[in-house]
């Protein structure tokens, strides 16, 4: 059983969390639409992560929609007491799966409510607002609204911590002066590293940075690179990946996804894991070798 306890905890909101979790999103149908082909397939998988000590799981109820929120209840409540859930608003779901921003108040209270429904909580840990002027990357505009609205669910106690999702630094330094945020989720992995600075900035402040598609996403990552650091490590190329992010900076908190038992093992093995710093300098390289 891997230890993933090695790579040590960062603090999310006001809770210390091991840095390797486990998202949640791919529990959801095709395309994060609908139900799982195997129900109890998903269950078995949220229990194992439970079981190898995983104590920060990434949800939102616009997974499915409201899929994976219930599959988290069905196989996880009552919840332990050390289970930090991050959800996320700010979007929602079409009749034909499409993704469409959800950034009204109105919209936002009452997914608020749906979070706390589907997962049967009376407070939310930590949620996330997803910036939607870019629905496939950050794209400036103002989030002062939409997180005005935000924290005064956190007023009225429905909401522990706030976090941002897919943002630009424009964004975070906004939101940062309207209340606290405890942690930014962008995308981020071995050969898409934009965010390079806002890692490092964010460090400094002690928020944590919890990159989404670590692993590439729906196209996993592809670097000859990868595979000859993995095949000399005696390790897969997804846990090589992981394993410099673990590395790239203490604030880097991980959620791979997975619907797959077997994927999520292998996945938190990374944590042990151990990559010599010449593997590192051939790891940073990556990401110009992909951009050319």
């Given at each position: 059983?891997?230890?993933?306890?090695?790579?040590?905890?960062?603090?999310?909101?006001?809770?210390?969390?091991?840095?390797?979790?486990?998202?949640?999103?791919?529990?959801?149908?095709?395309?994060?639409?609908?139900?799982?082909?195997?129900?109890?397939?998903?269950?078995?998988?949220?229990?194992?992560?439970?079981?190898?000590?995983?104590?920060?799981?990434?949800?939102?109820?616009?997974?499915?929609?409201?899929?994976?929120?219930?599959?988290?209840?069905?196989?996880?409540?009552?919840?332990?007491?050390?289970?930090?859930?991050?959800?996320?608003?700010?979007?929602?779901?079409?009749?034909?799966?499409?993704?469409?921003?959800?950034?009204?108040?109105?919209?936002?209270?009452?997914?608020?409510?749906?979070?706390?429904?589907?997962?049967?909580?009376?407070?939310?840990?930590?949620?996330?607002?997803?910036?939607?002027?870019?629905?496939?990357?950050?794209?400036?505009?103002?989030?002062?609204?939409?997180?005005?609205?935000?924290?005064?669910?956190?007023?009225?106690?429905?909401?522990?911590?706030?976090?941002?999702?897919?943002?630009?630094?424009?964004?975070?330094?906004?939101?940062?002066?309207?209340?606290?945020?405890?942690?930014?989720?962008?995308?981020?992995?071995?050969?898409?590293?934009?965010?390079?600075?806002?890692?490092?900035d964010l460090g400094r402040d002690g928020i944590a940075y919890v990159p989404f598609f670590p692993l590439g996403g729906f196209s996993p990552l592809q670097s000859s690179t990868l595979s000859s650091v993995a095949a000399r490590l005696e390790a897969t190329p997804m846990q090589v990946a992981l394993a410099w992010l673990l590395r790239r900076a203490p604030n880097i908190l991980l959620i791979p996804g997975t619907s797959s038992v077997q994927h999520l093992q292998e996945n938190l093995a990374a944590?042990?894991?151990?990559?010599?710093?010449?593997?590192?300098?051939?790891?940073?390289?990556?990401?110009?070798?992909?951009?050319?």
């Open positions: 059983m891997s230890n993933i306890q090695q790579p040590g905890t960062f603090t999310l909101g006001d809770r210390s969390v091991k840095r390797l979790g486990y998202g949640a999103m791919q529990l959801a149908g095709p395309g994060v639409f609908g139900p799982p082909k195997d129900r109890a397939a998903a269950v078995a998988v949220l229990r194992e992560a439970i079981e190898r000590g995983v104590d920060h799981i990434d949800t939102s109820d616009f997974y499915g929609p409201h899929i994976t929120n219930q599959l988290i209840r069905e196989a996880l409540h009552p919840y332990q007491d050390d289970l930090v859930i991050v959800t996320k608003i700010g979007a929602r779901r079409g009749e034909d799966g499409s993704w469409i921003p959800a950034f009204s108040r109105e919209e936002l209270t009452q997914a608020v409510h749906d979070n706390l429904r589907n997962l049967g909580v009376n407070v939310l840990d930590v949620v996330n607002l997803r910036s939607m002027f870019g629905i496939h990357g950050p794209a400036e505009g103002s989030i002062e609204e939409p997180l005005a609205a935000l924290a005064e669910l956190q007023r009225q106690g429905l909401v522990r911590h706030i976090g941002l999702s897919n943002v630009t630094p424009a964004q975070i330094a906004e939101g940062r002066r309207l209340c606290e945020i405890v942690c930014v989720q962008n995308q981020y992995n071995l050969a898409h590293r934009s965010d390079d600075a806002m890692i490092d944590a042990e894991c151990m990559l010599p710093d010449d593997a590192i300098k051939e790891l940073d390289l990556v990401v110009s070798a992909e951009a050319a």
